[in-house]
């Protein structure tokens, strides 16, 4: 069973949209739940930058995909890049990640994208199978430097 709709979230999307951003928080930091944020998910649906797609069933958001849309200065071109995708755990392994990941490529291509780099946790202790089974390892890696390092470097 898949998703039975997939379109872009918008500002009155919020309050379905913070459990789940709480539940994914959870879910990759393991830590305590998070208390879900209605003005947090309210600013990210409406801050611009970020886009979101959600899945829903029977009119319930059980997913969402969060990604962007970038410049690509060795092509020239644009890229997407997929920043998170979560599915709850009761809708899981049912499709819906593949159809949001589908959903993002078929953005793509209208926006002409040369691909979607999809940004994964380096030890991701949650489900692997769905970007290893679509992607490949891309040529870049990822490095987290905290903005008071940079500041200290810059004085």
């Not at 958001?61 to 962007?68: D, S």
Request: with cysteine; charged share 25%; aromatic share 8%.
């Amino acid at each position: 069973m898949s998703a039975e709709t997939i379109r872009t979230l918008v500002h009155d999307d919020a309050p379905a949209l913070a459990p789940l951003i709480a539940e994914n928080a959870q879910a990759l930091r393991r830590g305590a739940p998070r208390r879900p944020d209605e003005v947090y998910a309210e600013r990210l649906l409406t801050a611009g930058g970020a886009e979101f797609l959600g899945a829903f069933c029977s009119d319930e958001l059980v997913g969402f995909a969060l990604f962007y849309d970038l410049p690509d200065l060795i092509s020239g071109r644009r890229i997407g890049q997929l920043e998170d995708i979560y599915v709850m755990p009761s809708h899981q392994s049912q499709g819906i990640g593949r159809d949001l990941v589908a959903h993002v490529a078929g953005i793509g291509k209208i926006r002409d994208w040369s691909h979607v780099r999809w940004m994964v946790p380096a030890k991701n202790e949650v489900e692997t199978g769905l970007y290893e089974q679509m992607g490949e390892p891309g040529d870049k890696q990822s490095y987290n430097v905290s903005v008071e390092r940079l500041a200290e470097a810059n004085t």
